[in-house]
């Protein structure tokens, strides 16, 4: 075995293999993969090989898409058949809501070039002839989807690393895994040691285990996953002698389950409510090619559900019935990339959904590590989307509803009940007795919107304008015309002070900081490539000392960026969040109100737009921010989060002669598109390049060396692809954009929407989008397809709302 490496993978199933391949494509050649038994041995082997292209996630959907493409050129490369049936998926929908949910993936599955057709009934019946039609509204069938055999597969990605020059140890096990004083890591097994610059975990069911060897939470735990294999069926074994096409994969969603041919049989393999987590602290030593015992008791109303949809499946004897251990996080996606805290740590772990996702998988990690950057945006799957929170207890109880909701119709504001309301700001319950419905970010509970006296506060999910619609638009005209209140205490915080401090956030970020004490301005952190990382608030608060405020999920992403860009010495940085809470006053009327309790002068001359200072609120105190993300005249209130309670009741009693009401985050999310405001990671992306998204005020390429620059001027030099332009989306009426639609001209594709909504103060639907630059004349008469159906949509100026910002400087 060699004590040296570039890089080591720990972990020889499907996932880990694919990196190492990888990364020896990229022509990292100097790589060993370290599997403690043998290739496949943990839930590789036992995997059933589906390849679903179907993933409403931006980043998920193209990783899962470059999968399946990959797979069908290893045999020609490695000649190791790797049992690829393309057979093609087939969809089933009982239900409007179904439906609906289909029509919006395919646009997304559009959106990056994923072939999705539409069926009937009929044409069901057609591919599918034992499937029983009853009760459908309709299909959709991808059909470049299939099934491949893993262990196979796993194989042939193994034959073309080591071709490559990689080399991977079996039957090793990892015992330690240690960071020496030079930054190189040694990997310690009981057949020798290994040094390297790069480490990766695709450990699977042991990701928790290996975590703990560096001291990370990962927030990984497996949960039971059982399937059925049939004996055969006469009526497979007549097609097969006939020499017809097979079947396909067939899903039932409505039913939670998937069937497929197998071996002339069938394999049905169910998501069902009461499937247990197992591996909870890591599978034992000795573990391989285990199976748990079956439970077909929980399986009972989905093998009912198949019978009826399939009777074929009834009339046959089980074979076998395989029970194991599926890695989960608590959204289902994987965790792909750095590893928070520590610098050359890779993860690619929790794969549900491992063989169609391993290929995509590698690809992007070997990206990453070798470039320096992904070469998409990767923010659907980066490891720092979970924060501490996401720990042992918590995982246990989200992973299980993730699983048993696999199958479930994927709502855009759906918002899950389990393992909530675990993060509260100090007012949450005063927000609930106003009529709060919340939601959840990053464990936090934020109101998104208020029910009035009378009505339920109870969302009913839709993928059109639904029950909280029309109250959603009198906050906005409430925040318009009078003044309202808004919790942000979720918003991520950080202080910089030491002598350096000013030189490194220079260094950091596109835009000048504020140059006066008592000023704030809008910084983007740079990726590499020149795309954007994160978008920071920040507040001199004095000639070395910095308030920095980010978004409230990114909070984990942006402080492991910051850590780890620290020089060694004369910056000290904090991470502030949970010592600070967040009110939001909007509208024409807070001054009057928040000048009723403070003694500090608001007035325009003495507080302007973009300046902050501490002020008195009433025996309380805050720092108060001239900013918001609605348009309108305001401030941010951040205060000693224990003092919440206090602030918030002297506001509302302060406020009952200016009206003073809540509003919530689908509110707020309204009026920032109406103001063409960005967000991470929709039209701020690693995959845009900075001035493309329109930030030209906040990008100054002559102020000296940052992060980014010189990538951006390069790609400047090549030429955009990309313009973000602000769009209003005409003769809608029950449904507006959300966010990755697509865009057409004269009948042809040529851009995607990023965000959407309906613009109350306005009273136009509007979306912002990504198109080519040469298309964006205000003459430009573009399509929004929005649920199926195509809609005009015109160029209109950036902030459409007040594009004077005379509102918020009033």
Known sequence: MKTHARVVVIG????????????????????????????????TWHAAGLLPLFNVSYSVGQIHKYSVALYRTLEEETGQNVGFSQCSNIRLATTRDRMD?????????????????????????EIWPLCSIEGLVGAIQHPEDGYIQPADLTQALARGARSRGAEIYRNTTVTDIRQQPNGEWLV????GEIACEHVVS?????????????????PVIPVEHQYIVTEPHPEIEKRHAEGLPEMG??????????????????????????????????????????????????????????????????EVGVKEVFNGAIAYTPDGSPIIGPAWDLKNFWLNEGHSFGVTAAGGAGWQLAEWIVEGEPGIDMMGVDPRRFGPYAARGYLRVKNEETYRNVFTVHYPDEERADARPLKQSPCYDRMKARGAVFGQLYGWERPNWFAPKGVDPKDVWSFRRTNYFEHVGNECRHVQENVG????????????????????????????LPRRIGRLGLCHMLSGNGGVRSEFTIYREGEQRFYLVSAGAMERHDYDYLQKSLPPEGVRLDKVTTQYGVLVLAGPRSRDLLQKVTDCDLSNESFPWLSGRFIDVGCAQARALRVNFVGELGWELHHPIEMQTYI??????????????????????????EKSYRLIPRELS??????????????????GTFIGRDALVEWQQRGFGNALVTLEVGDVTHSDARGNEPIYLNGEMVGRCTSGAYGWRLGRSLALAMVPPDLTGNDTAFEVEILGERYPAAIVPESPYDPENERLRA
Not at 13 to 32: C, E, F, R
Not at 202 to 218: K, P
Not at 686 to 703: P, Q, T, W
């Open 686 to 703: 690693i995959e845009y390049a900075a001035l493309e998204s329109g930030l030209d005020r906040f990008v100054h390429l002559n102020k």
């Open 648 to 673: 918030y009741d002297l506001l509302f009693d302060a406020g009952q002669e200016f009206d003073l009401r809540p509003f919530g985050i689908r509110a707020m999310d309204s009026m920032r598109v």
């Open 12 to 43: 020889g199933g499907v996932v880990g293999v694919s990196t190492l391949y990888h990364l020896a494509k990229k022509g990292w050649s100097d790589v060993a993969l370290v599997e403690r038994k043998e290739l496949t041995s943990g839930s």
């Open 101 to 125: 949910e289909y029509t919006y993936y395919a646009g997304i599955a559009k959106t990056i070039g994923v072939d999705v057709r539409f069926l009937t009934p009929e044409q069901v019946k």
């Open 202 to 218: 695709a450990t699977g069911n042991f990701a928790r285990r290996t975590g703990a060897m560096v001291g990370l939470d990962i």
């Open 188 to 191: 310690v097994t009981d057949k």
């Open 249 to 314: 994969v067939l899903r039932e969603s409505d039913a939670s389950y998937y069937m497929r041919e197998e071996a002339r049989g069938l394999l049905l393999g169910p998501y069902e409510t009461g499937a247990p987590c197992c591996y909870v602290d890591g599978p034992d030593d000795d573990s391989e090619y285990e199976l748990f015992q079956e439970d077909l008791d929980r399986l009972e109303p989905h093998i009912a559900a198949a019978i009826d949809r399939v009777p074929a499946f009834g």
């Open 485 to 512: 209140l808004l919790d942000m205490t979720a918003f991520a915080k950080f202080e910089v002070s030491g002598p350096g401090a000013e030189d490194w956030l220079d260094g950091l970020v596109a835009n000048r």
